[in-house]
């Protein structure tokens, strides 16, 4: 039978969160990023800034995993654990995957009477949304099963700007921040309004009608956009720049 286990890597807990765990008889709770907890400690302030994840463990016995329908299984990348320069990183401080290697795929979905295999295979490296999918150790690793639709897109290389987005995913190098007012103030760093400006980099190949014909995406590569200013899953690229990766619906104009 599988088994769950709770991990604290990062997520946010709120008060709602946390009452989630209210019922629980528990010991103590060690958290890498705040230590030990003990009984009655466990409060709303306790938890802000975490996300508590159960992981589900698969039980040696079972060898294989098949996800069904659109359902993808990925391998997740491990978490890098030292700086380009050799520095070993605190468990805080490391990025939290948001990537792997498809280690296995579902039948595909239907759209209407027609059947769709799903777009990605397996040896596929891949990039999906940062809160998708359910995690499950299997066979001694981190894996993510998640539907194909929360798959962003192929990465091949190691720098975000060659993602390849499928379905109807858009890929943006976002606009430097204003550094001064229109009066020609200096702003501080926590001041900078965050951009919702920049320019497209690569696009998925449409979305699908319910007669499972393609429809491609309304902006290009090239295009200048504004988008909604909190969508999106962000990314930093080799180079330094901002990139974000998100839905087409997500593009509210094309600036020209």
Sequence with gaps: MATSQLTASPVTASARNLASLQG???????????????????????????????????????TSVKP?????LVKIKETE?????????????QSKPQGG????????????????ESSVKTGAQVIYSKYAGMEVEFNGAKHLLLKEDDIVGLLETDDIKDLKPLNDRVLIKV?????????????????KEKPS????????????????????LSVSPG????????????????????????RASDVMAVLS
């Design 68 to 72: 069904l329908g659109d359902r993808v």
């Design 175 to 191: 606009s430097e921040a204003e550094e001064k007012t229109t009066g020609g103030l200096l702003l501080a760093e926590a001041s």
């Design 223 to 246: 295009n200048t956009v504004l988008y909604s200013k909190y969508a999106g899953n962000d990314f930093k690229g080799n180079d330094g720049s901002n990139y974000i990766a998100l």
């Design 24 to 62: 629980l008889k528990l010991s103590t709770i060690k958290f890498s990023s705040i230590g030990t907890l003990k009984p009655g400690a466990l409060t709303s302030r306790s938890f802000k800034g975490l996300v508590v994840k159960a992981a589900t463990v698969v039980a040696p016995k079972y």
């Design 101 to 116: 290697e498809v280690v296995a795929v579902g039948e595909g979905k239907t759209i209407g009477n027609t059947k769709l």
């Design 197 to 216: 400006i920049g320019t497209v980099i690569a696009v998925g190949p449409g979305t699908l009608d319910e007669e499972g014909n393609l429809k491609p």
């Design 81 to 93: 654990e030292k700086t380009e320069g050799g520095i070993l990183l605190p468990t805080t401080a």
